[in-house]
């Protein structure tokens, strides 16, 4: 059984000017310890797909099986538990920002109910990974976007997670700090085990690290396999923008060099 | 005017008043708003405990209570200060008043406060299991705790000005003074010394509730 299982995922907003299908059966599972990662244009429907996982929003129908658990099974109190299994980071950081660097990376610990002095001595060593330990007593206004991230995984790694959600963790960076989170997050991945899901509308980020991939269009994924595949043969229309496009940037941006 | 001793012991006095029943007024204020405020932000349709009755309810109740003018709710409540502080008349007995024309006001700035936090760190939050008490007190209320201080400062700044009312019920304070001497014996001087102590009061709180807000907000780099 897969570590983490989708089934029949809908969701539908209900507003006076009608409803908005913003996920249409969705269906996929991913490995334990896998990268996977979806991606579509905006308003495909990726950040709804990534909240439904944690349930920050609560689907419309179908079923999020995580490590055998179906998350929709759980009362409030437990779903708060098993979210402590789940990071999530965010495109834009979302840190506590009138609480200095190590008191963010202490916020999962203190939820959790461990001891202040036990939380920062953890807190530290956990700064150190994202090599950020220098900037414990700094506030989140201080730091670079880049810095801004690697603060927010460190916070997330505090909680020890087996699973990590990223939602655009990367499209508010520059292509040289993306690269080094993205390294970042590889490595976490490799060291801790940890099941990812990245959303994604940026070709490079599923090509570095995830192992496979989903293609997000209209809330319906048109497609999926390993990213290598999905990338050297596209077979929807979707897929086919979305890579051909990026290669097209890709050659444009070298070209300007010459 | 002849300016005599006594006239400098009744200022202070009234000094004494004043900051007596301005003070305690924004504690009990606090005491009431802070918790209705914090209930209505959490209660709204974007809340972290959004519950529409409830929300609906305390809404139309703190819109019922700041829309009753000060002169009357001082008086209409006289029973109740009666029964809370044993008469109806004098500095602690405006307090009553003056605590309940406050707290629906505070809630209001509370809520307000409440809702300028950053829905992504609210998010970030729930994703790590956050209670709701942990929301409210690490998230909401810290996050949020540059508003709040702002807020205490306008709050003062309004009871201060609700108290010189207190006269109507001989609360006493400068307030009282400055209409009693000023505005029905023609005693000018007396008025405008009074006048000018409230203003400088005013402008002390205000400079020292900003400054205090500043140190405290880690927002900016």
């Known amino acids: 059984m897969a570590f983490i299982e989708i089934e029949h995922l ?65 009362s409030e109190r437990e779903l708060r538990l098993k979210r402590r299994d789940i990071g999530m980071i965010f495109q834009h950081f979302n840190l506590l920002m009138q609480r200095t660097v190590l008191d963010n990376v202490c916020f999962p610990m203190e939820i959790a109910g461990m001891k202040k002095k036990e939380a920062r001595v953890k807190a530290l060593e956990y700064l150190e990974q994202v090599e950020l330990a220098d900037k414990a007593k700094a506030y989140p206004a201080q730091l670079s976007g880049g810095q801004k991230q690697r603060v927010a995984i460190a916070r997330v790694l505090a909680s020890r997670p087996r699973v990590l959600l990223c939602d655009e963790a990367t499209s508010a960076l520059d292509p040289q700090t993306t690269q080094s989170i993205l390294q970042l997050l590889k490595h976490i991945n490799e060291k801790y085990q940890i099941t990812m899901i990245v959303i994604t509308h940026e070709m490079r980020v599923v090509q570095q690290i995830c192992d496979h991939v989903a293609v997000l269009e209209y809330g319906r994924i048109v497609e999926s396999g390993r990213t290598k595949e999905v990338f050297d043969d596209p077979k929807t229309e979707a897929a086919k923008r979305l890579i051909y496009t990026h290669e097209y940037t890709e050659l444009e941006s070298e070209g300007s060099g010459i | 005017m002849t300016w ?36 209505l932000a959490v209660s709204d349709k974007d809340g972290i405990r959004p519950r529409r009755v409830l929300y609906r309810l305390l809404d139309f109740l703190v819109n019922i209570l700041r829309s009753v003018p000060f002169l009357i709710l001082l008086i209409l409540v006289i029973p109740l200060t009666k029964l809370l502080v044993g008469k109806s008349y004098g500095s602690t007995a405006t307090i009553v008043p003056l605590t309940i024309a406050a707290a629906p006001f505070i809630a209001r700035m509370v809520e307000s406060s409440l809702k300028e936090v950053d829905h992504g760190v609210i998010e970030a939050a729930q994703s790590m299991g956050a209670g709701t008490w942990t929301m409210i007190g690490k998230v909401l209320i810290g996050e949020a705790r540059t508003s709040l201080l702002v807020g205490v400062t306008i709050a003062l700044g309004t009871i201060l000005g609700y108290s010189a009312m207190a006269g109507v019920v001989g609360g006493g304070g400068l307030g009282d003074i400055a209409i009693r001497y000023g505005y029905y014996r023609y005693e000018t001087g007396v008025m405008i010394v009074t006048v000018v102590i409230l203003v400088a009061l005013v402008q002390i709180l205000q400079a020292l509730g900003m400054m205090l807000a500043r140190l405290l907000d880690r927002r900016k780099a």
């Open chain 1, 10 to 74: 809908e969701k539908t907003y209900t507003s006076k000017s009608g409803d908005t299908e913003a996920l249409k059966d969705v269906n996929f599972t991913i490995e334990k310890g896998e990268i996977f990662g979806v991606i579509g244009l905006s308003g495909a429907g990726k950040s709804t797909l990534v909240r439904c996982v944690n349930l920050l929003e609560k689907p419309s129908a179908g079923r999020v099986v995580i490590d055998g658990e179906d998350m929709l099974s759980l």
């Open chain 2, 4 to 39: 005599d001793p006594e006239m400098t012991k009744m200022l202070v006095q009234g000094l004494w008043d004043t900051l007596y029943m301005v003070g305690f007024s924004t504690l009990f204020g606090y005491m009431l708003g802070l918790p209705l405020g914090v209930l």
